[in-house]
């Protein structure tokens, strides 16, 4: 069974970087050809896929956040991060980390979500 569980702190404020890791447990992020992603849920809106980190460490990004985003990975303890620079309230929102299938049509396991708010 796979499981993922996303971390960090629920209160960012204005500016600042919003950070969170995933652990991933049950697969290796490594595992071919899986897709680990990151998606929001703003309050009241539907989800916004943010980016993703594949198998061999490659990282993809959203256009509309690819000026603030950043994610890593780090294989010894199977965990991925996101790191999204000068938060704003806008940025509010669950944030989930999740397996992606090739392709990204599809995601097969989920965090339980975060909720992080940007508030000063």
């Known amino acids: 069974q796979v499981q993922l569980e996303e971390s960090g702190p629920g209160l960012v404020k204005p500016s600042e970087i919003l950070s969170l890791t995933c652990t991933v447990s049950?697969?290796?992020?490594?595992?071919?050809?899986?897709?680990w992603s990151w998606i929001r849920q703003p309050p009241g809106k539907g989800l916004e896929w943010m980016g993703a980190?594949?198998?061999?460490?490659?990282?993809h990004y959203s256009p509309s956040l690819k000026s603030r985003t950043s994610i890593s990975r780090d294989t010894s303890k199977n965990q991925f991060t996101l790191q999204l620079n000068s938060g704003t309230p806008k940025d509010t929102a669950v944030y989930y980390c999740?397996?992606?299938?090739?392709?990204?049509?599809?995601?097969?396991?989920w965090g339980q979500g975060t909720q992080v708010t940007v508030s000063s």
């Open positions: 049950g697969d290796s992020i490594t595992t071919l050809y899986y897709y």
């Open positions: 980190i594949d198998y061999s460490g490659s990282t």
């Open positions: 999740a397996r992606g299938l090739p392709g990204l049509s599809e995601y097969d396991y």
